[in-house]
């Protein structure tokens, strides 16, 4: 408020000047006016005066109607009076007048280009503190005090200016923060690469440097060679379906599905660990229509039960349970092995992210790819774990 406040001032002090300078001249003009009309009124009385004693028969009446008549049967100039004012005292006094008026005039033109001035000294200080304020920002300093009260145009100026502020700096924080991922993603692909990359470069030396290898062992490292060929090439798919969701261009091909099929479709995908480890998938829930997009729910769905698989005690089962209530629909995938530490359900999501239990073989994005798809279709997954029993649920929002 205070530019504004300001401005009020000033407003108010210009308007009280121009009355003031209204008033004192209506008075001054009033003086001047009385005793011109003092003066007038008697040199008339002398006229008059002079009249009755050298004419006494003239009466009062013949002497008002000379005065109250507009008849001028005399020139003035044959009397040596050649003035403007018939009274000289008068002409001096008009005089007066006229420098008194100029002089009052001035004055308050002064008064007036003082108060704008001063105004606008101020508005220049203002404009100086907010151009202050944008060599500061152009210099990266996003801490500028913006505080501000005022309402007039050069607030407004100065919110707007706040507001760039703003986006300015939540996109070099973002910057940051996108060049730190970026770093820390660069790291994290390069150590998953160099796993399998290191163990097909010891098996490959190892049939090149022994001519007497067996068969069966060479079969053994190319078997190897070829598992470490399939983890880069899993690496690579998730990766890149994760950089495209990073990029937001992956377009969902939604329509109305079913439920049950989705889940047949992920444990379709999942089978041969389930047949290593003799583990039972039981599936509970009637058909229900999801509007989403088969493919993708089917990749999301298949990396939880993938994950529940590799983290289930051999000969034991999962559960997948459908429900829908009449706020949103839910798919719960339940396994039987180790408790998740609190900590690592923290970071469960997180891509690149491995607990404690992870298997040995886990790149640490399955997960996270899960999370962006689900929630790309509306939904949300959360995770809870004690006594040996893993519960990850989905919930959709727009079953319908």
């Known amino acids: 408020m205070d ?27 009033k003086m001047f006016y009385q005793k011109y009309t003092d003066n007038y009124n008697n040199k008339i009385a002398e006229i008059i005066y002079k009249i009755k004693e050298k004419y006494p028969n003239v009466s009062n009446k013949e002497i008002g109607e000379i005065l ?26 008009n005089k007066e007048s006229l420098v008194v008026n100029v002089s009052l005039s001035l004055v308050f033109f002064i008064l007036l280009v003082s108060l704008y001035l001063k105004y606008s000294k101020y508005k220049d200080s203002k404009v100086k503190e907010i ?15 913006f505080e501000n009260k005022s309402e007039d145009e050069l607030s407004i100026f100065r919110d707007n200016l706040f507001k760039i502020t703003l986006k300015l700096k939540e996109e070099s924080e973002n910057s940051l ?61 998730e ?49 229900e229509k999801l509007f989403c997009d088969f493919n993708w729910e089917v990749e999301a769905l298949s990396n939880i039960i993938k994950n529940a698989l590799e983290h289930s005690l051999n000969d034991s089962k999962i559960n997948i349970d459908i429900e829908r209530n009449s706020a949103f629909l839910s798919i719960k995938v339940t396994n039987y092995g180790t408790t998740i530490d609190k900590k690592d359900i923290e970071n469960i999501f997180k891509r690149f992210y491995n607990g404690k239990n992870s298997i040995k073989d886990s790149v640490g994005i399955g997960l996270s790819l899960t999370k962006s798809i689900i929630e790309k279709d509306n939904g949300k997954i959360t995770v809870e774990s004690k006594d040996n029993k893993t519960t990850f649920e989905i919930k959709y929002f727009n079953f319908n």
Do not use: C
Not at 5 to 20: A, D, H, N, P, S
Not at 206 to 232: A, G, M, S, T, W
Not at 239 to 266: H, P, W, Y
């Open 239 to 287: 990766l890149l379906n994760l950089s495209r969701f990073d990029a937001n261009v992956v377009v969902f091909e939604r329509k109305e599905n079913d439920v049950l099929k989705i889940v047949k479709e992920a444990e379709k995908r999942v089978d041969l660990i389930r047949d290593l480890k003799n583990i039972e998938i039981v599936t509970k829930g009637k058909s």
């Open 131 to 145: 151009n202050d304020m944008i060599e500061e920002v152009s210099m990266g300093n996003y801490k500028v005090d």
């Open 3 to 29: 530019n504004k406040e300001y401005l009020k001032k000033t407003l108010i002090k210009t308007i009280i000047l121009f009355v003031l300078f209204l008033i004192t001249l209506l008075i001054v003009n």
């Open 68 to 93: 109250n008549s507009k008849e001028n049967k005399i020139n003035l100039k044959d009397y040596g009076i050649t003035n403007e004012s018939v009274i000289i005292e008068n002409d001096n006094l």
């Open 177 to 237: 923060k996108d060049k730190k991922e970026l770093k820390e993603n660069l790291e994290n692909i390069s150590h998953q690469l160099k796993t399998p990359l290191t163990a097909m470069s010891i098996s490959i030396d190892n049939i090149l440097d022994n001519n007497n290898l067996k068969e069966d062992k060479k079969r053994e490292f190319l078997l190897d060679i070829k598992k470490e060929i399939n983890n880069i090439n899993f690496l690579i798919k």
